[in-house]
């Protein structure tokens, strides 16, 4: 598999990202962010950010962020063949440097690839099924 960022690596629609939200697989927490997770079928991984002002105020901040994630997605990908992940913001992201995000994202990328689809922490799990 290649390593580049192609068009079909990233979530684009609002449908895509609805997808995602509505019935994600799992959740992955870390550090001033929070993965939702999907499985989607495909033999690549593909990717959505929600960086929001609210949780990080300026443009340039959120500018650098999202092309940290981006590059960190691009290298680990490899291991995240068959998910749409959405990453959302919260605050604090902002205040990491370039290599404490990278850490940061290396380490959740690790998680989710070693985690089984039905062993990411599943919001549904523990609902009773609907008729």
Do not use: C, Y
Not at 27 to 54: A, D, S, Y
Not at 71 to 79: A, D, G, I, K, V
């Amino acid at each position: 598999m290649s390593r580049d960022f192609a068009r079909e690596k990233r979530l684009l629609t609002p449908r895509q990202f609805k997808a995602v939200f509505d019935s994600p697989s799992g959740k992955l927490p870390g550090r001033n962010v929070l993965l939702l997770v999907r499985e989607n079928g495909l033999p690549h991984p593909r990717i959505g950010l929600v960086i929001g002002k609210k949780s990080v105020k300026l443009a340039v901040e959120r500018n650098r962020i999202k092309r940290q994630l981006r590059e960190t997605f691009r290298l680990h990908q490899t291991e995240l063949t068959g998910w749409d992940i959405v990453v959302i913001s919260r605050k604090g992201l902002a205040d990491l440097d370039n290599p404490e995000l990278a850490r940061q994202f290396a380490k959740l990328w690790r998680r989710l690839s070693r985690t089984p689809s039905q062993n990411v922490d599943n919001p549904e799990q523990g609902k009773p099924a609907h008729a």
